[in-house]
Nanobody, 115 residues
Framework: QVQLVESGGGLVQPGGSLRLSCAASGSIFSINAMGWYRQAPGKQRELVAVITSGGSTNYADSVKGRFTISRDNAKNTVYLQMNSLKPEDTAVYYC?????????WGQGTQVTVSS
């Protein structure tokens, strides 16, 4: 079992930045990969970025060059640094931990990009 708690969402103007945090607790040594997903109103949940236990990263094409996923193993925390935010980045962002074959999810944090 893994518990995930997200923080850092909010309202930001286009072109601004936000950093999301996801603190993991529980069976963290079993985690294969962690990532961030987002879901906008009326749309399916989509992958934003993922980081494996080996440190490899992958990003959705729509956020490459603007978002950076990282982790602090000492704090059991994964971050998503979001720069040059656009209105289309508005969504609820969810932290995910993958322990095969199960996915664990945080409660979600709202990110709104608007002037």
């Amino acid at each position: 079992q893994v518990q995930l708690v997200e923080s850092g969402g909010g309202l930001v103007q286009p072109g601004g930045s936000l950093r999301l945090s996801c603190a993991a607790s529980g069976s963290i040594f079993s985690i294969n990969a962690m990532g961030w997903y987002r879901q906008a109103p009326g749309k399916q949940r989509e992958l934003v970025a993922v980081i494996t236990s080996g440190g490899s990263t992958n990003y959705a094409d729509s956020v490459k060059g603007r978002f950076t996923i990282s982790r602090d193993n000492a704090k059991n925390t994964v971050y998503l640094q979001m720069n040059s935010l656009k209105p289309e980045d508005t969504a609820v962002y969810y932290c995910n931990a993958f322990i095969p074959p199960l996915d664990y999810w945080g409660q979600g944090t709202q990110v709104t990009v608007s002037s």
